[in-house]
């Protein structure tokens, strides 16, 4: 691995992540990574924004019969 990154957690995280590394025997980097990669492979992104497709009931069903839409 070549990136590093630093960050400052509070006093209870540190205690908590310490507690964790020395209960599991994983080492700290090792479970922030794996943290990590579970929130990266949980971002939705643009797939949460997409649950709300066609949950509009009201208005024309297709847009380009409104008042005003010009076909040009």
């Given at each position: 691995?070549?990136?590093t990154v630093t960050l400052r957690?509070?006093?209870t995280l540190a205690?908590?992540?310490q507690e964790?590394?020395?209960r599991t025997g994983i080492s700290q980097g090792q479970i922030?990574?794996?943290q990590l990669e579970?929130?990266?492979r949980n971002d939705t992104?643009?797939?949460s924004f997409m649950r709300l497709a066609g949950s509009i009931r009201s208005g024309p069903h297709d847009l380009?019969?409104?008042k005003g839409y010009s076909r040009g």
């Amino acid at each position: 691995m070549s990136n590093t990154v630093t960050l400052r957690v509070p006093k209870t995280l540190a205690a908590w992540l310490q507690e964790k590394s020395a209960r599991t025997g994983i080492s700290q980097g090792q479970i922030v990574r794996e943290q990590l990669e579970l929130v990266r492979r949980n971002d939705t992104g643009a797939k949460s924004f997409m649950r709300l497709a066609g949950s509009i009931r009201s208005g024309p069903h297709d847009l380009s019969t409104r008042k005003g839409y010009s076909r040009g």
